[in-house]
Structure formats: C-alpha cells, structure tokens
C-alpha cells in the first residue's frame, strides 16, 4: 500500500492531513510519562495512568500491529476570535458536532477503501479514547511537531484540528518522513497567557490548572483544584488563540465541522435564561451533551 493511496483517499473522507508510521515503543516518552504522573500532572485523570505499556507501544494495544495511519482535521471555525457578544467562551470544537462520532465515521470510510483493495488487512480505529499518544504519532507521521502549549502544530492548518488514527497489521510499502521541525523559537505567548499558568514548562501542561481539564472532564471531584474557569464554560482556546501559527491558519474545509451554535446568539443575557432542559436541547449534536 503506497503513502499516495492512503492519503489521496483519507482527503477523500474530508480528513486535511495525512501520513503514516511504523509501529513501535516509544521508548523516548517513557520518563516524560513517568514525571509527568508522578507529579500528579494528569489531575486525576485515572485513564492517563491505566495502560502505560500500551500508551507507549501500539502492539500492545493491538497485539499484531505493524503500522499507523494518522489522520487530522480542521475543525477552526475562527470561533475563537469572534465570540464577542458575550464574557462566557466555548473552545471552538465544542460548537460543532462531537468530532469522536464524526472522526470515527471517516476513518471507517478510509479502512473501508483500503480493505476493498487489500482485503487481507486487520485494522482498528481510534480517535481520543485510546491509550494512544496521539500527538506524538502525528509528529511520526511527519504531520507537524509538539508546541510549547502541549499541542500538535500543523504548518497549514495550526492546531485546531482533532486527530485519529488506524492502526495495521500490515507493513506498508513506504512511512512518512516524521516532522523533526519545531518552529516554536523564542516565542513563549502561550506559556505567558494562559490564564492559569497551567504550562508550567515548554510542552508540559499541568492539567490540575488547565481550565479544559476544569470544564470538560467529568470526574471534577477528583481533581482538587481552586483554579478559576474565567468564565468559559466548555473547553479552553486561549493557549492556541495567542498562538502566531493560528493566524493565518486555514479554516475547516469539511463541513461536518462547521459549528451547529450560532454564536452571535449567545449573549449572557440569553445563557444564562437557559433552563437545563433547553440547554441539552441546542447543544445536543455537542461534546458539551456527551460529558466523559
Ligand atoms: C488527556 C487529554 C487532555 C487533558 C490533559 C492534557 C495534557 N496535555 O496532558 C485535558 C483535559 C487538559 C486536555 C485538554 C485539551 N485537549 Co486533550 N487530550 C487528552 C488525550 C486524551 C491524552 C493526552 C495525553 O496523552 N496526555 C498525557 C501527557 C503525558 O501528555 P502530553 O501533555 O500531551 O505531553 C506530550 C508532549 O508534550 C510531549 N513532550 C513534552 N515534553 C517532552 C519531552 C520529551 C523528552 C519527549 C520525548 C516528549 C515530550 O510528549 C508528551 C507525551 O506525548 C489526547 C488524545 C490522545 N489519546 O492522545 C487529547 C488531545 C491531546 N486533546 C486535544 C485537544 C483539542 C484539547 C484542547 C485543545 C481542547 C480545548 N479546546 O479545550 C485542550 C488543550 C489543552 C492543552 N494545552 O494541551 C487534541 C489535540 C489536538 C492538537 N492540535 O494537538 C487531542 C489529540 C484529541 C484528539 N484526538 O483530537 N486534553
Ligand atoms: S487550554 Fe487554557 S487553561 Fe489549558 S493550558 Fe491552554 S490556555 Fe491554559
Ligand atoms: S504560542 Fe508560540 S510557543 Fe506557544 S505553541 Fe504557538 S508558536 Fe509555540
């Protein structure tokens, strides 16, 4: 299976970036993991410390694996500059369709094709849930590099994009160069605005202060944290919002992404009259209705 087959068809399935890997330990995460733990870091986050050998090396995960396809997506609906009607925020992703479902969708479409053609293939399919270091993967299969705010950064599309992966028990004929750039420099922007100081060093998110973790993740009682939320209510931009690689980004080019929210609506006048029922109502389609 060439590199041209599979990217051709993962931009057939509305993905905008896409490479491959050759599967192996990723021996050189193994510490940062470890620190990164130790240092209670994943702010009580239980699924980060569960299956660590399989975080490190997708065999494990998938005993008989051989390669990665690692496909991206924009999701930048340019919400992010534009909520301005109201003090409340809402990270960008979070007023589109849930991008698990969606992602899922497209990378079953692409194994699809590529079964119909190799049909002796095993493959699964995985978009967030995993126990996959999906940032370090993208970076394998050349698709960008790791910034300073902890997230992949992508030279045309920034880093409002969501990943996913399928994982082979072929060999394919040819893998990506992996991306050995980091274009970051000097620029700390997303260390010095983050509202929380959450990026305590380049690359290193201390997710007990990061207001995603605060909004986004369901089991807040375990995380013991007073950090503020400053008024957003799902998700954060910030770190990405001040980022100069997210200027002149494109924009989401497939439409399952474009934002289902009307944001010009959303004054605080009008959140904060919503009743619960009428809140699961408009944001159903969400990641805000699908709470992990
Ligand atoms: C847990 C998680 C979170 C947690 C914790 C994040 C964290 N950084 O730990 C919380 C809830 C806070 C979170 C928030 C967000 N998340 Co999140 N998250 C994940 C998840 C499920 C696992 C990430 C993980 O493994 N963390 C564990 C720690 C150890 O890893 P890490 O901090 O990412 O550190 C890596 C690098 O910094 C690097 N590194 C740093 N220093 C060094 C030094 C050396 C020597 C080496 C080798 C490596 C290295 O290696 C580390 C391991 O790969 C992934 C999906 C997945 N399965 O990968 C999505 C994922 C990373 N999240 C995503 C998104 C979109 C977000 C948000 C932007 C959402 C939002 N708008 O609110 C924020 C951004 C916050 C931020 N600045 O990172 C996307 C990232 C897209 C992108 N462009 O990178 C992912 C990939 C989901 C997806 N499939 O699209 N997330
Ligand atoms: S998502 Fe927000 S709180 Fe978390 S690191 Fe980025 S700027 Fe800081
Ligand atoms: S804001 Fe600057 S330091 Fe942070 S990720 Fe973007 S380029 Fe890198």
Redesign the pocket.
Known sequence: MTLDFIKENALKCGFNLCGSAHCRE?T??K???QN?LANN???G?G??ERNFDK?LDPRALMPGAKSIIVCAVSHNNLAWREQKNSTYKI????LAKD?HGT?RVMLNQLLTTIKSKFPEVNARV???????????W?VEAGIGW?GK?????TPEFG??????EIVLDIELEEYSKSYTNNHCGNCTR?IDQCPNS??VA????D?RR????LT??KNIGECESDYPTHDWLF???M??SVCPFNEKAKTFTNNEFAPVIETAKLTNQYIESLTNDEFKEIFKETPMNQKR
């Open positions: 990723m050189e995460h510490k940062f993991l990164y870091y994943n702010a986050l699924y980060l975080r990270a960008s992703y979070a991008y992602i995985f978009v967030d849930t995993a126990p996959l270091l999906e940032k370090a993208a790791i705010n902890s997230l992949l950064i880093s409002f994009i969501n990943i996913g997303c959450a990026i380049p690359k290193v998110l997710a990061c207001i995603s973790r986004v993740e998700g954060c931009d770190c990405q």
